[in-house]
């Protein structure tokens, strides 16, 4: 898989963990987990070993880059995000949620309505994938149906980036 699916590996990664370990700073935390990163080795109780950083350093920084994108931007939105999967999740209050299920959901809720660059079909289909493989194929088909309601009420192209605003200069 490429560097962004990685990246939201990690992502999920990291707020899973900070649901139960909380760091003094966002900045700690996200320090710490890359240093656990580059530190951790697979042992025979972990059911997946942990995601290896690329190689190349240029991937590596984009990669972790985009990571902390994301972290920072469903923890800044997260009354947001979390009022939004709310509304959609018929009986289910997202505290309810599995924890992967929840924070597979705020990532893609999160690029959904504020990263232009991402299509939508995308970031469902990446949710779906990391519901699929860190819960259960059943957590696959729940946030799935709660994103594609969400993607029916946004204002955008669900399998094409957002177009760029047109500029404000005349020709």
């Not at 931007?73 to 947001?80: E, F, K, L, M, S």
């Not at 990532?107 to 819960?135: C, F, G, H, Q, T």
């Not at 946030?143 to 594609?148: C, E, F, M, T, W």
Request: charged share 25%; hydrophobic share 35%; no cysteine.
């Amino acid at each position: 898989m490429g560097l962004r699916h990685d990246a939201r590996q990690w992502a999920l990664q990291f707020l899973f963990q900070s649901e139960f370990n909380h760091a003094d700073s966002l900045d700690e935390g996200i320090r710490l987990f890359w240093h656990h990163q580059e530190t951790d080795t697979p042992s025979s109780t972990r059911p997946r070993p942990p995601i290896p950083l690329p190689v190349d350093t240029r991937g590596q920084t984009k990669a972790r880059g985009f990571t902390e994108e994301i972290i920072r931007g469903v923890i800044a939105h997260h009354p947001d995000i979390d009022a939004l999967i709310a509304r959609h999740a018929e009986n289910w209050g997202v505290e309810r949620m599995g924890n992967i299920d929840r924070n597979a959901l705020r990532i893609a809720v999160y690029e959904m309505l504020y990263r232009d660059d991402i299509p939508p079909v995308v970031s469902i289909n990446e949710a779906v994938e990391l519901a699929k493989v860190y819960s259960s194929t059943e957590s696959g088909k729940f946030v799935n149906g709660i994103l594609d309601q969400i993607r029916k009420e946004l204002d955008r192209p669900a399998r094409s980036p957002n177009p760029p605003p047109p500029s404000d200069t005349a020709e």
